[in-house]
């Protein structure tokens, strides 16, 4: 926490959380939010950031970042990926379960926060592992992983086969008021595939996986929740018919959210062209009447937020044959600019797209996060929506530049981000 005054001026404030969109000032003294819209009479700051142009919001929360610490420091560690969070405005990151060692004791939550904090970049928060070493049948310790502080649990990317065993999980979750995160995918139907299960994959000669992979898992976990009552975020959807399945159930009055990555909002099966394997991801890549499906829901609200699916690798992860490869891309970085191209694409407002960034997955979490409401830690992104650059992997902040998005023109450039009222990231025009 930061004991600076600092007044943000000039900017259009955008905080969909407390419903201000209007040019103004931020003004922050100990590290919290003063006031919004104007500072208050004879605050005296310390420094000006004069934001004449710029957006000013809160800080963005990302619902899946893998910092491949500890475990994979070969990939990344916690403080380069919180640096590459702190360069896109990114000021909460949640951490996945599948760390090595597994995410299921509070040591491992108390090692993953005390990395974050000493690196100073950005706030992680971590997802508990719904079974002991994620194998899928033993319940993890539940409650003292919900005391070591993790905002949910989940098993990641590995299947709990025995329904009844996952009952029983989401039972116990449900006694600790904690959030289910499920990674909608059944590997028997998946069976080792690598692409969506359609005519791209036929003419590369690819493992298919069907989008019933997805929404038959859906569909399980939504009778479960049913039974249950528990709390469930069905994150990185890939389908338009998982889409339709979690709007009903909302409409039902199940407790249930989701998700999407930002990828799967810009990019198809088609995508996957000379067996490109940056744009091997885990859910696949769907048809593009899935991406418009996804779209929609993110603009009806069905969708509550944007993450990243932040995963780095090093270059020779990307380079064996498309089914060996590695999944996934780093993103952390892109998320801002990404979410805004669908701005200027029309699928959304921008202050719709702060919020599926901001208060939208701080909801999801269950946290004191997105928001610029006076009193609240001054975690604030103030970027310029009208900067456009080219996306040139090696520039990248976080250690892994894998990404399918090498090359493209991007719009929206953060030029500040703060950390509980600390500059942690400002750009100077490189």
């Known amino acids: 926490m930061s004991g600076e005054r600092i007044l943000i001026r000039g900017g259009r404030i955008v905080d969909p959380a407390g419903g201000l969109d209007a040019e103004g000032e931020l003004a922050i003294a100990d590290g919290r939010i003063v006031a919004a819209g104007r500072a208050p009479e004879g605050f005296t700051p310390d420094r000006v950031l004069e934001a004449t142009g710029l957006v000013v919001c809160p800080g963005l929360v990302d619902l899946a970042a893998r910092l491949r610490e500890p475990g994979q420091e070969h990939k990344g560690t916690v403080a380069s990926e919180t640096r590459a969070a702190a360069a896109g405005g990114v000021t909460t990151l949640c951490c996945p379960p599948d760390t090595d060692p597994v995410l299921d004791t509070p040591a491992v939550a108390e090692l993953v926060r005390r990395l974050a904090e000493a690196a100073g970049h950005a706030r992680v928060v971590c997802l508990g592992a719904l079974t002991r070493g994620l194998d899928g049948e033993r319940l993890s310790e539940m409650a003292a992983l919900a005391e070591a502080g993790c905002v949910g649990v989940g098993n990641a990317r590995r299947p709990v086969p025995n329904t009844l065993v996952l009952r029983r ?31 791209v994959a036929t003419r590369l000669g690819l493992p298919g996986i069907p989008a019933a992979a997805e929404t038959a898992e859906v569909a399980r976990c939504l009778a479960l929740v049913e039974q249950t009552g528990v709390r469930a975020h069905f994150g990185r959807l890939s ?192």
């Open 169 to 199: 999980a989401m039972e116990y979750a449900a006694t600790f008021g904690l959030t289910v995160h499920i990674h909608p995918m059944d590997a028997w139907l998946r069976d080792g595939g690598c692409a969506h299960e359609g005519p």
């Open 239 to 430: 389908t338009a018919r998982a889409v339709r399945m979690i709007a009903r159930a909302q409409y039902d009055g199940l407790p249930v959210t989701a998700d999407v990555a930002v990828a799967h909002l810009h990019l198809t099966e088609a995508d996957l062209a000379g067996f490109n394997a940056e744009a091997h991801l885990d859910p696949p890549l769907r048809t593009g009447r899935d991406r418009e499906g996804l779209r929609e829901g993110l603009a009806r609200g069905v969708i509550g937020a944007v993450c990243s699916d932040h995963e780095p690798h090093e270059p020779d992860a990307k380079l064996a044959p498309f089914p060996s490869t590695e999944v996934g891309a780093s993103g952390v970085e892109l998320l801002l600019p990404l979410t805004l191209r669908l701005v200027d694409e029309g699928t959304l407002t921008l202050p719709a797209a702060i919020e599926r960034l901001t208060a939208g997955p701080a909801a999801i979490l269950g946290i004191e996060a997105g928001t610029l409401a006076p009193g609240s830690s001054a975690d604030v992104c103030i970027f310029d929506p009208a900067a456009e650059w080219r996306l040139d992997p090696a520039r990248m902040v976080s250690a892994g530049r894998n990404t399918p998005f090498a090359g493209w023109t991007l719009k929206g450039r953060v030029r500040w981000t703060l950390l509980g009222g600390r500059i942690v990231h400002e750009d100077r025009g490189t």
